[in-house]
């Protein structure tokens, strides 16, 4: 294997090619905020998501923990971008000057509400794949500048192509993530091999 020489570097960001997801919460008057990220990961059923600490999504999910994970494929980044300037707070926090209120975000987006099972928030219908979840844990980052949520997965919705037939599995060489790669959209590339722990190879 090549090496090479590491230059030192600091680069604005660290989103060095982690999921685009949608999540879905519930506003104070109980209308839906719907807001893209790029921090989260998972641990079993468990997923870790982390949210600008002073935006909508936190607010509302340090009030009601319902939350919908829903990930786009890369052919949506058009309407995960047209999200990405809104905003759900009123007025809008001192710290997202570029940004602007909207309070229709399911309707700026071109996105469609439906309704969820288990939790309150509504998930994306155009969404591959909808995780319906609830925040167990709400707490500051080290900077204060974040939240960190562990949300415990309830419900998995994927579309029928999705699955591979007769299990539960995502067919991974079906599926394929919008990622954020230092604020880029890509897709995935072709398939390299599979871990010793597959199950669908």
């Not at 506003?27 to 990961?41: E, Q, T, V, Y």
């Not at 047209?82 to 759900?88: C, D, E, I, K, V």
């Not at 980052?141 to 994927?158: K, P």
């Not at 999705?162 to 072709?190: C, K, M």
Request: charge should be negative.
């Amino acid at each position: 294997m090549p090496t090479f020489a590491a230059m030192e570097i600091k680069p604005r960001i660290l989103y060095f090619g982690t999921p685009v997801v949608l999540l879905s919460t519930e506003n104070d008057d109980g209308s839906p905020n719907l807001a893209p990220m790029s921090s989260a990961w998972a641990l079993g059923w468990t997923v870790v998501l982390g949210v600008g600490a002073d935006g909508q999504t936190a607010h509302n999910l340090r009030a009601r923990p319902d939350v919908v994970i829903n990930l786009p494929g890369p052919h949506q980044w058009e309407a995960v971008e047209r999200l990405a300037p809104l905003t759900g707070r009123d007025p809008v926090p001192a710290s997202k000057p570029q940004f602007r209120h909207e309070r229709a975000k399911f309707e700026a987006a071109g996105l469609t509400p439906e309704p969820s099972r288990q939790v309150r928030p509504p998930r994306v219908a155009e969404c591959p794949l909808q995780l319906e979840a609830r925040a167990a844990s709400v707490q500051s980052d080290i900077s204060g500048m974040f939240s960190i949520v562990e949300a415990r997965v309830l419900a998995v919705h994927a579309a029928p192509e999705l699955v591979v037939p007769g299990t539960e599995h995502v067919d991974p060489s079906v599926w394929q993530p919008l990622i954020y790669n230092f604020r880029h959209y890509f897709g995935l590339g072709a398939e390299l091999g599979h871990s010793f722990r597959s199950e669908t190879r």
